[in-house]
């Protein structure tokens, strides 16, 4: 595969609606150039049904795979834990240095790497090493320092309004 | 058409990326619903060719318009720049209040607000009395305060880091 510049490491963070969105859009967008993308979703259950009948007109050029647990991850057993988290992130390490991609999208990555589910600087030299030309996008919540400063474009989706506030229940094709 | 549920105002401002991005990941996932967007862009020129592209495998699903002018929008005519404002807010409002849409993503509208070639409070009005159930969805930077006080979500997509700073060039499917 031919690089003629330099991929780029983007964060999406921030606790405000549309990281995820943004992460999605930003795949479709390199589908649209006939550019191929893996992403990869680290929070089982994030995704709803909307988003993943959307990705499946892409599944020409986008990888969609569900590597995570549920929004908790914490089983009652810590064990089983750390090996789904280091399960995910091998897969994740190979869909990086594969070469097959123009972009590879952790989504909630941010989550495995709070909680020390995957060592950070692990995941630090990986992107680093990545080939020249892939775009890594990782979303979630609160991004560690190291991370933003490792990055090139960096997001905060903060959050000024959001509907729950003025008690308003979850809206089909909105949440989910 | 049915509502069971209220539909939404929702704004994505700031200088950071990710807000038409965001929009359009989102009228994709309403597609996976089956729901039907219209995405009415107000500056000509800011949607590039990756993203014309993958709305085009959701043509069933996604009215894309532009009905904007370039990103100065002044030509040396002012009346005719008004001309064309008014026209473009006028398929909006027809969108909007046609009752054939579960979504319309005004895409860049804040733009056209501020520089006051629409007036915002007939657009506080259309908002206000637009369809039940149908989510109008706002991106632009420096939202006006009046709307974010009617929107019931809005996130503000901070620049944290651009990669410009870094004397990084404009990339291929990330940036067009």
């Known amino acids: 595969m031919e690089h003629k510049t330099k991929g780029l490491l983007i964060v999406f963070t921030g606790h405000g609606k549309g990281k995820t969105t943004a992460a999605l859009g930003m795949s479709m967008r ?46 009652n057993d810590p064990e ?21 991609y123009h972009m590879v999208v952790l989504d909630e990555f941010t989550y495995v790497l709070n909680y020390s589910m995957v060592d950070l600087n692990d995941a630090l030299d990986t992107f680093k090493h990545r080939p020249p ?10 991004a560690p320092k190291e991370l933003i400063d490792m990055a090139d474009l960096v ?22």
């Open 80 to 100: 089983a834990d750390k090996e789904a988290a280091r399960s995910a992130w091998g897969k994740a390490k190979t869909a990086i240095t594969s070469g097959k």
């Open 155 to 176: 997001t905060e989706m903060k959050v000024i309004k959001h509907p729950y506030i003025k008690g308003i229940k979850a809206q089909r094709g909105i949440e989910f």
């Open 30 to 75: 390199a589908a649209g150039h006939g550019m191929k993308s893996a992403f990869l979703q680290f929070i089982k259950g994030s995704w709803k049904y909307g988003e993943m009948e959307a990705v499946k007109r892409f599944s020409d050029l986008i990888d969609f795979q569900v590597l995570g647990r549920g929004f908790t991850w914490k089983s």
């Open 133 to 142: 030309g892939l775009h890594v996008v990782i979303t979630g919540r609160d």
